[in-house]
T-cell receptor, first 107, second 115 residues
Framework: DAKTTQPTSMDCAEGRAANLPCNHS???????VYWYRQIHSQGPQYIIH???NNETNEMASLIITEDRKSSTLILPHATLRDTAVYYC????????FGAGTILRVKS | KAGVTQTPRYLIKTRGQQVTLSCSPI?????VSWYQQTPGQGLQFLFE???????NKGNFPGRFSGRQFSNSRSEMNVSTLELGDSALYLC??????????????FGEGSWLTVV
């Protein structure tokens, strides 16, 4: 399973788009990119995942570069409730969580 | 539909005891995985079960074990508890696991405190 690298923390103004980057340069062809977030003391919440194509759902958009070595999670209109730890995972047989990015949404 | 359900939510055990945690996956899901989360080590994969068979295993000692029943419900057991086993234990379920690109859903976890 590929290792992922994310910034330790990021700030975002409420109502603006939050763009969370992730590097997964060692990803193999059959490994998916998953994004989860976790608010303290709760189980990780699924956000989105993809293999090659960009994906969008009601929560977020996932942009995967053509070489698949990096991706960006976009929360289009961040709210205070989006403050959480965001995990980017590249895996196939299991999810290997890194330290994630602490996103702070500020009013 | 109901999400992943874990019981108990909170429990306190004494060193040397053993504990069993239970997980009911989302209806129709056949893959169940277990994770341990501690402040020092983060989220770590324990094992995955699919159709009652352990399909994948993380780097944990043999004191950590699990099983899956024919209805896909799963249990994990930790024997001879140590203080370092204090953690949030998370269960995740999906149709066929991450190898198939399925969406994987987590439960709220079981908080274990070992004293």
């Amino acid at each position: 399973d590929a290792k992922t690298t994310q910034p330790t923390s990021m700030d975002c103004a409420e109502g603006r788009a939050a763009n969370l980057p992730c590097n997964h340069s060692t990803i193999s062809g059959n490994e998916y990119v998953y994004w989860y977030r976790q608010i303290h003391s709760q189980g990780p919440q699924y956000i989105i995942h993809g293999l090659k194509n960009n994906e969008t759902n009601e929560m977020a958009s996932l942009i995967i570069t053509e070489d698949r070595k990096s991706s960006t999670l976009i929360l289009p209109h961040a709210t205070l409730r989006d403050t959480a730890v965001y995990y980017c995972i590249a895996g196939r047989n299991k999810l290997v969580f890194g330290a994630g990015t602490i996103l702070r949404v500020k009013s | 539909k109901a999400g992943v359900t874990q019981t108990p939510r909170y429990l306190i055990k004494t060193r040397g005891q053993q504990v069993t945690l239970s997980c009911s996956p989302i209806s129709g899901h056949r893959s169940v995985s277990w994770y341990q989360q501690t402040p020092g080590q983060g989220l770590q994969f324990l094992f995955e079960y699919f159709s009652e068979t352990q399909r994948n295993k993380g780097n944990f000692p043999g004191r950590f074990s699990g099983r899956q029943f024919s209805n896909s419900r799963s249990e994990m057991n930790v024997s001879t508890l140590e203080l370092g086993d204090s953690a949030l234990y998370l269960c995740a379920s999906s149709l066929e696991g991450s190898r198939s690109g399925n969406t994987i859903y987590f439960g709220e976890g079981s908080w274990l405190t070992v004293v």
